[in-house]
């Protein structure tokens, strides 16, 4: 395991690690929202620099996690349509559908193709006209914004075989929706970096006005999210919430207006479903009635299936803070990295991968 004494920086976290001692005196649950900062967390031993009082719980942060499974059945059924390739990030090829994956539908000989991105997909069905592609949508704002530029670059270039399967998500409403939830507990919220980038931090403002907990949007590096935990410990030791932005060196309280605009072009919000939160209004993003004729929900007939959840897959529980991964019963037994049950097993940034490949628990 790499430790942050290994880093240039290795005063500055001490020093805010120590500062984090000296200020938290009360026990403090605080969830790391993005999948980017789990993976930051484990890999850099940030846990071991926290005192006992202050935990960090990871939540619904990762794209393909969150991914319900009617949705992946969606796609894994597209790959068993004739004449069809499907585009998709390699995260998703390992997710286990219902009664298959992708990975297993490619070893039976369908054409599925792992790309870097949407603009992949594009020039993919440039190349085979006498197919039709579709690419697999899959992200928060972060990706949204590209996926709607190739959806725009191939409408312009009349690319007609290509489409679009949109299971976009959309984080702020996931957040009122979390906090809402039965049985959770938590204490503050570590805001994800590169969301905040494209939406700035007044897309959290609503949320932050109707719950009053402490929120900090945070960068990557060590330092980055030691300062974030600090400001939310000074939060919670004084009672004082705010909605703080300890990223400017990336994130505006606008974001990205230009992303956002392409974006909004093309896609609109609706109701979506998220593993571990269920249906959540103006959650996701599904395709405005322009550019409607490259939703691959439209043009094809998809199974009305909603899925569930692998029997005793405690997927759920992890995204919303309820468990750890070691509280599942299939982690590391009959769930590990070589053969996933559930998305968060799956995905680089899956908590249940992550903790599997840093921690030094014992792996029951």
């Keep these: ?77 597209l790959a068993g349509r004739k004449n069809t390739i499907v585009a998709t990030f390699g995260d998703m090829m390992r997710v286990p559908g219902s009664n298959s994956s992708l990975q297993q539908e490619k070893a039976a000989g369908k054409d599925i193709r792992m790309v870097y991105s949407a603009s992949d997909a594009v020039d993919i069905a440039k190349g085979n006209p006498g197919s039709n592609v579709v690419f697999l949508g899959v992200g928060f704002e972060t990706t949204a914004p590209t996926v709607a530029a190739a959806v725009l670059s191939a409408s312009a270039e009349g690319v007609e075989n290509f489409s679009v399967l949109c299971m976009h998500k959309l984080v702020p409403p996931a957040l009122g929706a979390l906090m809402r939830s039965d049985g959770v507990d938590i204490d503050g919220l570590l805001l994800p970096g590169h969301v905040s980038v494209i939406i700035g931090t007044m897309a959290y403002e609503d ?52 992303a956002r605009k392409v974006m909004d072009t093309v896609f609109e919000p609706c109701d979506a479903q998220w593993r571990g939160l269920g249906l959540i209004e103006k959650s996701g993003l599904r395709f405005r ?22 029997d005793g897959c405690s997927c759920g529980d992890i995204l919303t803070g309820k468990k750890t991964p070691p509280e599942c019963r299939l982690y590391g037994r009959s769930c590990t990295p070589s053969d996933p049950v559930g998305p968060c097993m799956v995905s680089s940034e899956g908590a249940c991968a992550a903790y599997f490949k840093y921690s030094r628990r014992l792996r029951r």
């Design 1 to 77: 395991m790499l430790h942050v004494s290994e880093y240039r920086d290795s005063r500055l976290c001490r020093s805010i690690a120590e500062r984090i001692a000296g200020i938290s005196k009360s026990r403090m649950r605080i969830m790391e929202v993005c999948g980017t900062h789990t993976v930051s967390i484990f890999k850099n031993g940030i846990r071991s620099f926290l005192p006992e009082n202050v935990s960090l719980v990871s939540g619904p942060g990762c794209p393909v996690c969150v991914t319900a499974q009617g949705e992946i059945d969606a796609a894994v059924d």
């Design 207 to 258: 949320f932050f006005s109707e719950h009053r907990i402490p929120c900090a949007v945070a960068g990557f590096e060590p330092a980055d999210i030691l300062q974030g935990v600090m400001r939310l410990a000074e939060m919670t030791e004084t009672n004082s919430p705010e909605l703080e932005n300890c990223y400017g060196r990336a994130v505006t309280r606008q974001g990205n207006p230009a």
């Design 289 to 310: 009635r322009k550019y409607s004729n490259m939703d691959a929900a439209k043009r094809f007939t998809l199974p009305a299936s909603v899925g569930s959840m692998p």
